[in-house]
């Protein structure tokens, strides 16, 4: 092929207006599906606060832990019972504020 008949290919109208439709149609379709949300973990400064607690709270046990270790049952035993009342407490707040911003 020679450059004039290419020229005449890509100027013909029968080959733009395909592919404007081409273009339309893939447009419509794009348009119909649901755009993916993605949710961020931290949707507040309470959250994040509130892991930050969970996180000292742990590093704390675990920091006792390593300098008594007379008394590692009884920290054990605490840690075991504080852990997931914090962590209960952290999903409540995330609940929360979902609720609060679907209100």
Known sequence: MDKK???NIL???LIKISSTEFNNEIISKLKK???IKYKPIFKSTEVLLSSLIILTLFLTV???IINNPDQTTLILSLSLILIPICFLGF???QQLIINQKRA
């Open 91 to 93: 999903n409540k707040i």
């Open 33 to 35: 599906k649901p755009a």
């Open 11 to 13: 100027s013909n109208d």
């Open 62 to 64: 675990e920091y006792k």
């Open 5 to 7: 008949t290419i020229n």
